[in-house]
């Protein structure tokens, strides 16, 4: 009777350990997932807002690029017919806790790009950084996003400089003043 019992109890001991080994298991897995899962979310937040400040036109006009260090508005010409159209305005913004995009001019509308209850965007700030050098390639423009994902104790920065490939000395928007002269 106490051999059973002792076998018994060894092998609950057991039981016990590998059930609390794979619940280890198990919650170690999950955070990989999330934290993977939030990477590939800020990086595709910072791929749209290269992407799409890539796109930028800027013929001379003081609607085309505005700027100030939490958000740039500016114009893509979509349909190449020279006119700023309602759906050509585009941009990005701090909102609260929200990362937005402009999606048209008149009235500006604003649509968030994240979901605040996994990600939250602390900080969006952009710096202009000029480029005067003979055959330039153009000026740049620095982005900082500093977010905290629901799931972590740290919030995380990234950063990304955009080259704005038709922006030279002479096209230079009044409303981005040059941060650093290369």
Avoid: K
């Amino acid at each position: 009777m106490v051999n059973l019992l002792m076998g018994l109890a060894m092998g609950l001991s057991i039981l016990t350990a590998a059930s609390t080994w794979a619940a280890l298991q198990w919650r170690s897995d999950r955070q990989i997932v999330q934290r993977s899962h939030t990477q590939q979310e800020l990086r595709a937040l910072m791929d749209t807002l290269v992407h799409d400040i890539r796109r930028a036109q800027f013929q001379g006009s003081p609607e085309d690029f505005q700027m100030s260090s939490h958000q740039v508005s500016f114009t893509v010409n979509r349909n190449d017919n020279d006119q700023r159209d309602n759906n050509e305005c585009s941009g990005f913004r701090l909102n609260g806790a929200n990362l937005q995009t402009q999606t048209a001019c008149q009235p500006a509308v604003w649509t968030n790009l994240n979901d605040i209850h996994s990600l939250q965007i602390l900080a969006l700030n952009f710096r202009w950084s000029c480029d005067n050098s003979f055959g330039t390639q153009g000026d740049s423009l620095w982005i900082e996003l500093t977010s905290q994902a629901s799931n972590e104790p740290v919030p995380s920065t990234w950063q990304r400089h955009v080259r704005l490939r038709n922006v030279h000395t002479h096209m230079r928007p009044a409303s981005s003043p040059c941060n650093n002269v290369v």
